[in-house]
């Protein structure tokens, strides 16, 4: 298994100076030359891509006749059409390279005109872009003023005029030129008619992946989109600019020297980004979950010592005793995974941890400790408010170490010691599995810091051994999906619902309630049990269901007490209960169970039971349960 300090993607963290903005936009890139036909590559490439959310998409091709471009707004079956009906569809199919793009509208409404691929003045050099180039407007009254016209509102067409205003027969060097002229982040894939079979790509502040195939090459802005080609892949840095040509890559930084990346392996199966017969990605991706989570704990629990071997973090035994107090930053589900870290780290380690949203750590000039460790988690690596809270870290001088998933991400490579989850691709926009790997990283964090300080041997090989069994725990829960799929549907007719928990099941209140409202629309929110008399109980009424976790553990019966107090007032209650307790049972409308286990560790059969619950409701509500409305994958913007 691939660590931390043995990625050759890792590098140190990049100087001040170096850093890009983290305006970035959320559309996907596709480019290929090679052996093959452009065409299918390219729109299956798209295909891929999908999960990020978009509004438009467009291909180009470069033939003999020029460059060809097909875009249109709406989803990628619609452009596919497009291209099959086109009566020059032989030309469109016999290129051997291509680029192509799926766009979320910023600059401009989602119409054809404004999504990519863009040209140049002359239509001999075509890009895809993704970031925003912020002096475009001035760029823009230049080219005006020498009576340039733009078809489109977007800064992208304004970078291909640049490009092809530099070009004289050496594509590499006009992208380097008007790169060296542009204020803003790229993430950028050109070809030029007059150089077939050649693409150059550059990078700043926005992924480029650069596949290595037999006579080909696929690139893309993520790793999804060229696992069915190869697994060999080149992770561009900020300010890298390739020229590729068939399998051959030449990799420059904007000063022209030649700069050697290493290879990596994506060690994602070309199936594994794909459905695998399920309905929807969200549901397969719960169902991957006991295996996602034995891949995250695969030889990092050493169950005769009582610990956890995390050698991505880097850290000796009397550095983790060091560490008075541990800081967890990240967004949305990742932090609420977060808080159950900070539960634990207490719990086992009996030193301070906070979680805070990472919007908020990165501009309120937090106060960081020199015996403080940062932690930033995210499953993509590129949401933009936890990497400016990972670079604030860095700059006030503290340790920082990140929780990933996708490897070679800008967090991953910004952060000197760190925690791949190896979850697996996560395609569906709501987090699912990320979120019980993460949950199993940090049990295991909390479980080698709590060994530097205060548990024994004994305790530790109790924990390590809970930490082992999540797998089967999550595979109970996944058993009961067909009951769960029957209790969904008394609750899939309500328009609100609360979740309510304490303890370790307080953060999966919130997450719970956060998949809910996320992919079926309903109005949902998670409170610690004990807040509801603090206000929100004047809204239960029939009308008003309330989700109750109450396994076994410190506080049931307060618990207990909250439900009768929502039944009093009519709202209809379902309980997530430790299976064969009678007493929480007969306390519930409607039950769902899950194995007996420690209260650290039934987080997570807890958390799988809501996920499928919010899924079967969404399902039941007819909602787009992979593509939430308003929602993208990766919120690589602020
Ligand atoms: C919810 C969800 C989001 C993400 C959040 C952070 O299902 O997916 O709340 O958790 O946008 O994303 P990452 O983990 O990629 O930083």
Not at 133 to 152: C, M, P, Q, V, Y
Not at 525 to 552: D, F, Q, R, T, W
Not at 588 to 598: K, T
Not at 606 to 616: G, T
Request: hydrophobic share 40%.
């Amino acid at each position: 298994m691939k660590r931390w300090n043995e990625t050759s993607n890792h590098k140190p963290p990049q100087s001040q100076k170096s850093k890009p903005p983290l305006i970035i936009i959320m559309c996907g890139i596709v480019g290929y030359t090679g052996k093959r036909a452009a065409m299918p590559v390219l729109v299956s490439g798209l295909k891929k891509l999908e999960y990020r959310g978009y509004d438009s998409a467009g291909v180009a091709v470069a033939s003999q006749e020029g460059i060809l471009i097909r875009k249109q707004s709406g989803k990628v079956a619609g452009l596919d059409q497009l291209i099959h009906d086109d009566p020059i569809r032989a030309t469109l199919s016999g290129s051997h390279s291509g680029i192509a793009h799926t766009r979320w509208a910023t600059h401009g409404p989602p119409t054809t005109d404004n999504a990519h691929p863009h040209l140049g003045p002359n239509g001999r050099i075509a890009l895809v872009h993704n970031g925003i180039i912020e002096n475009h407007n001035a760029l823009r009254d230049r080219f005006k003023a020498d009576g340039h016209t733009f078809h489109s509102e977007t800064d992208s067409e304004v970078l291909a005029h640049l490009i092809e205003s530099h070009y004289q027969g050496d594509l590499l060097q006009a992208v380097t030129q008007a790169l060296r002229e542009v204020e803003g982040t790229y993430g950028l894939t050109c070809m030029s008619a007059d150089e077939l079979g050649v693409l150059v790509v550059a990078r700043r502040g926005s992924p480029i992946v650069i596949g290595l195939g037999d006579d080909e090459t696929i690139v893309a802005s993520d790793a999804s989109a060229i696992i069915t080609y190869t697994r060999q892949a080149i992770y561009l840095d900020d300010h890298d600019i390739a020229r590729i040509e068939g399998s051959h890559v030449d990799i420059r930084s904007l000063d022209s020297s030649s700069v050697t990346r290493t290879p990596a392996e994506i060690d994602w199966s070309p199936g594994a980004a794909e459905k695998g017969g399920y309905e929807h990605y969200m549901l397969k991706e719960i169902f991957d979950q006991p295996e996602a989570i034995r891949n995250t704990i695969r030889g990092r629990i050493d169950t005769g010592r009582g610990t956890a071997i995390l050698s991505g973090l880097n850290l000796t035994p009397r550095e983790l005793v060091d560490i008075q107090r541990l800081l967890i930053v990240g967004c949305g589900t990742s932090m609420n995974a977060g808080l159950i870290g900070e539960y634990a780290v207490e719990d086992f380690a009996g030193i301070p941890a906070e979680v805070e949203q990472a919007a908020e750590f990165r501009y309120r000039n937090p106060i960081v400790g020199s015996r403080d460790m940062v932690l930033a988690i995210s499953q993509s690596g590129e949401t933009a408010d936890t990497l400016a809270a990972v670079r604030e870290a860095v700059d006030k001088g503290s340790l920082v170490a990140a929780l990933v998933n996708v490897v070679g991400s800008t967090i991953a490579r910004e952060t000197g010691r760190g925690i791949y989850l190896h979850a697996g691709p996560e395609i569906s926009v709501a987090s699912t599995k990320a979120f019980t790997s993460q949950v199993s990283v940090l049990l295991m964090i909390a479980l080698k810091i709590a060994r530097a300080h205060r548990l024994s041997r004994e305790e530790g090989i109790q924990i390590a051994q809970e930490i082992e069994k999540l797998p089967e725990l999550v595979e109970a829960v996944l058993a009961s999906n067909d009951q769960l799929a029957e209790v969904a549907a008394h609750y899939a007719g309500y328009n609100n619902a609360f979740y309510i928990g304490r303890g370790y099941m307080f953060p999966v209140a919130l997450e719970g309630a956060l998949k809910l409202k996320e992919i079926s629309y309903i109005h949902a929110e998670g409170y610690h049990s004990a807040e509801l008399k603090h206000g929100p109980i004047a809204l239960l009424e029939e009308g008003m269901p309330v989700i109750a976790l109450l396994n076994e553990g410190p506080g049931q019966d307060k618990s207990l007490s909250n439900v009768a107090e929502c039944k009093a007032r009519s709202a209809p209650v379902l309980g997530v209960v430790t299976q064969g307790d009678d007493e929480a049972r007969q306390a519930c409308d409607h039950v769902i169970e899950i194995p007996s286990c420690p209260h650290y560790s039934a987080v997570v059969p807890a958390a799988v039971a809501l996920q499928l619950f919010a899924y079967h409701v969404a399902r039941i509500r007819g909602c787009a349960i992979d593509q939430p409305r308003n929602l993208a994958k990766s919120v690589t913007v602020e």
